[in-house]
């Protein structure tokens, strides 16, 4: 913990001698760039300076005691001494919360990206009703909700859909809700009654702020068609709908949800941006090249995170082994006592690691 606080103290020192530079002042984007990361570090490195400014005074104290003749004077520079360690011992919790915080990402709204993986028209169909969940769990929390784009299925499930989440904690409360969700349990069409396993996929992208990503306009095709499907039927007389291609990376977003081909535009921008600070932090880390492959997976069966049993009524999260029978109640948007547990353990691990 202590070499990170070091790296960090030395960059906050950094940040403040470049804003004092020419280049930066008459760069209005880049001071601002600056300025908010000084104000993202300060909390941390004011208490690792108050943290050193006590370890030497300890240090002080211990050494007064060594040399110190007078019985009185000894007992005051003990109690002293075990006042010091107290303190100490606050802020070091205190500077590992505050790390843990830093190290989990900020954002003020985030991605929810479902799709459906193996299992056909039985995973789109389990892709809604999670869905649904999500955003029942949302409406609880009053958080603002916009879906970005969706892909209907032909028994009126999702192939996907991604929708836009802004509220207090909304990405730290659902960031590992990420990778493959299996569900079991016996579709409507089956006629025999045996049980089917699917597979649908979730991935959870914080939105990076605009000055974070940087997109080439000639960087970008942009295609132009007609909206069609459920929920594009009322505009599919014109070329609304927008699909955008990123050229250097070969990422594409599609969107027709909206009338307004420039609205179609807009959100396709938000969600590629998000997917590219993704896929370049993920390169930064020397993690795999794309971030959301990592949180998702292929969507084969054998890969999952969590298990929903419809006939056992049963919920299981394989990550820490917790098994819920209350699968009603998480499709009905109950899932914090899914959620919770998970981020308190992920918390603990990342508290472990220092």
Request: with cysteine.
């Amino acid at each position: 913990m202590f070499g990170k606080l070091v790296e960090l103290e030395k960059r906050f020192d950094d940040i403040e001698a470049e804003m004092m530079k020419p280049e930066a002042l008459s760069n209005m984007d880049e001071y601002k760039k600056l300025a908010k990361e000084r104000t993202d570090l300060k909390e941390v490195v004011d208490a690792y300076r108050q943290w050193k400014e006590t370890k030497a005074e300890h240090e002080k104290t211990s050494e007064l005691l060594k040399h110190e003749a007078d019985e009185e004077m000894k007992e005051l520079a003990r109690e002293e001494l075990g006042s010091l360690e107290k303190e100490m011992v606050r802020i070091e919790n205190d500077l590992a919360e505050t790390l843990l915080r830093k190290t989990e990402k900020q954002a003020k709204s985030m991605f929810l990206e479902i799709r459906a993986g193996t299992g056909g028209e039985e995973a789109a169909l389990f892709a809604r009703d999670l869905f649904a969940s999500y955003m029942k769990f949302a409406e609880r929390m009053r958080w603002k909700t916009e879906i970005m784009s969706s892909s209907p299925s032909d028994l009126g499930g999702f192939k996907e859909v991604i929708v836009v989440i802004e509220g207090k904690d909304a990405y730290n409360t659902l960031r590992y809700e990420s990778g493959v969700h299996r569900v079991q349990r016996v579709p409507e069409t089956e006629a025999q009654g045996r049980i089917h396993t699917s597979t649908i996929t979730v991935a959870v992208l914080p939105e990076p702020e605009e000055l974070e990503i940087n997109i080439n306009p000639d960087e970008l095709r942009i295609d132009l068609f007609r909206s069609s499907g459920p929920g594009g039927q009322h505009v599919n007389t014109t070329d609304s709908a927008v699909r955008i291609t990123h050229i250097p990376t070969g990422m594409v977003v599609t969107c027709q949800d909206e009338k307004s081909q420039h609205k179609n535009k807009a959100k396709a921008m938000r969600v590629l941006r998000a997917r590219l600070k993704e896929k370049l932090e993920g390169e930064k880390e020397q993690e795999i090249s794309d971030e959301r492959r990592k949180q998702v997976g292929t969507g084969d069966r054998s890969e999952r995170i969590r298990t929903y049993n419809f006939p056992q009524g049963r919920v299981t999260d394989h990550r820490i082994g917790l098994t819920l029978y209350k699968l009603q109640d998480v499709l009905n948007g109950n899932i914090e006592e899914i959620t919770g547990p998970i981020n308190a353990h992920f918390r603990s691990e990342a508290l472990k690691k220092g």
